[in-house]
């Protein structure tokens, strides 16, 4: 049986007392895996996620990472212990040179092992040498994506948790994304990622789940699902029967 890495179970969050947005949500994420969070607007995906990285605060439930309770973890310790984040939005310091950005992202590694690690993320994302002077706000949105996510690989985190990689990004960039995503996971870094892109997000998963309301409703291998009927109900708001007829409820 696969280990698993990150186990959320009956988590609920939110950002005010007595209103949650995460009503209960489980999840299992095994070693080497990229497992997706899909669902429709407002299903609390985003939160749910956060909620795990420490940034939105959780009234119940917990969430172990290799074993260990970090349901109550500020999210500043939680690269220590093994949990990288790459937000949607504000995941670099634009006015920061690339170099510069991967050896603030540096905190915790041993001085000695900074250089080699740099070198190791430039060898990873060969797009970043050729800017590595330049302002990270300068960068193309593919091209920040990456820094934002070799950032979060420099310190050698057993998950690497993304929320909405492909927002915003033009198809080229959409399909790079991806495909260094799929590249991580071949190095055998764990996944999880959250993405309103489905049909890319599932051609690179091992498994998904569906969020709806904030509560898990629908799991299954990533492959499979693009074509079931229960995710074109939860997701794409159509009726079982009604699914590849291309009819809406």
């Not at 050729?130 to 920040?144: C, D, E, V």
């Not at 309103?196 to 699902?225: P, W």
Request: hydrophobic content about 45%.
């Amino acid at each position: 049986m696969s280990e698993i890495v990150l186990d959320v179970r009956d988590l609920e969050a939110g950002y005010e007392p007595g209103v949650p947005i995460v009503r209960g949500a489980s999840i299992t994420v095994k070693k080497g895996e990229i497992v997706v969070v899909l669902g429709p607007n407002g299903a609390g995906k985003s939160s749910f996620i956060k909620a795990i990285a420490g940034l939105v605060p959780i009234t119940g439930g917990t969430v172990f990472l290799d074993g260990k309770d970090i349901t109550a973890a500020p999210a500043h310790t939680m690269v220590r212990l093994g949990l990288a984040f790459v937000p949607q939005t504000e995941n670099i310091f634009q006015l920061m040179s690339v170099e510069d950005n991967l050896r603030v992202a540096c905190g915790i590694l041993e001085r000695r092992e900074i250089p080699a690690r740099i070198e190791e993320m430039y060898a990873a994302f060969p797009d970043l040498v050729r800017q590595r002077r330049t302002a990270a706000g300068n960068l193309s949105g593919g091209q920040r994506q990456m820094l934002a996510v070799a950032r979060a690989l420099i310190v050698h985190p057993k998950v690497l948790v993304l929320d909405e990689p492909s927002a915003g990004l033009s198809p080229k960039f959409v399909s790079m994304v991806f495909e260094m995503l799929a590249n991580i996971r071949k190095s055998g870094v764990t996944i999880l990622l959250v993405e309103q892109n489905a049909k890319a997000a599932l051609a690179i998963g091992d498994r998904a789940y569906v969020l709806v309301e904030g509560k898990d409703r629908h799991q299954g291998i990533a492959s499979e699902l693009w074509n079931d009927p229960v995710v074109a109900e939860l997701y794409l708001g159509q009726r079982p029967s009604q699914a590849g007829k291309g009819g809406t409820a």
